[in-house]
T-cell receptor
Framework: EDQVTQSPEALRLQEGESSSLNCSYT??????LFWYRQDPGKGPEFLFT???AGEEKEKERLKATLTKKESFLHITAPKPEDSATYLC?????????????FGDGTTLTVKP | DAGVIQSPRHEVTEMGQEVTLRCKPI?????LFWYRQTMMRGLELLIY????????DSGMPEDRFSAKMPNASFSTLKIQPSEPRDSAVYFC???????????FGDGTRLSIL
């Protein structure tokens, strides 16, 4: 069974204090790993797709990286508007296309 | 461009009543997903459709839950009869070929009293 574990559950940062969120996964074969951002009262919003170990994607202050066992979401010099819950999901090779397993998320709070 | 549209945004009803949640996916997307999100269990996939056909309903908690997709523009999730433990936020998502990335609606917050 595919498993996704995100850590920490919650992270509080001061504005400008860089850090990383972790997503550890167990799948029989990785088809893709996806990062989403969820704001209170909203649905998750897609951020990145990573397909193979060594791949990196960047968007503004966020950078996602991937190894064979985990992914990191690096946040550089965060701002209060980066406060949100960040979800990681994996899609395995051979599963019904579209079926993804989500982690429980990391809730990030950035204080001004 | 319009995203995934869900209705109602909030629903409060009494135990035993029938509840119907509605979703309009993004035009041209082949996949439609129904999720349930709670603090205890996180985001759970209930069922998903490909080209209007249900592919995997293994996440549907019990027979009280049913979902339909009569055409490419509309889907419903029905709970009958509803119970307090069904209280959660229900999300609909759609995606193009391949099933990812998924585009989520803003959810229906369901409270069963």
């Amino acid at each position: 069974e595919d498993q996704v574990t995100q850590s920490p559950e919650a992270l509080r940062l001061q504005e400008g204090e860089s850090s990383s969120l972790n997503c550890s996964y167990t799948v029989s074969g990785l088809r893709g790993l996806f990062w989403y951002r969820q704001d209170p009262g909203k649905g998750p919003e897609f951020l990145f797709t990573l397909y193979s170990a060594g791949e990196e994607k960047e968007k503004e202050r966020l950078k996602a990286t991937l190894t064979k066992k985990e992914s990191f979401l690096h946040i550089t010099a965060p701002k209060p508007e980066d406060s949100a819950t960040y979800l990681c999901a994996v899609q395995a090779v051979g599963t019904n296309a579209g079926k993804s397993t989500f982690g429980d998320g990391t809730t990030l709070t950035v204080k001004p | 461009d319009a995203g995934v549209i869900q209705s109602p945004r909030h629903e409060v009803t009494e135990m035993g009543q029938e509840v119907t949640l509605r979703c309009k996916p993004i035009s041209g997307h082949d996949y439609l997903f129904w999720y349930r999100q709670t603090m205890m269990r996180g985001l759970e996939l209930l069922i998903y459709f490909n080209n209007n056909v249900p592919i995997d309903d293994s996440g549907m908690p019990e027979d009280r839950f049913s979902a339909k997709m009569p055409n490419a523009s509309f889907s419903t999730l029905k709970i009958q009869p509803s119970e307090p433990r069904d209280s959660a936020v229900y999300f609909c998502a759609s995606s193009p070929l391949g099933g990812q990335p998924q585009h989520f609606g803003d959810g229906t917050r369901l409270s069963i009293l």
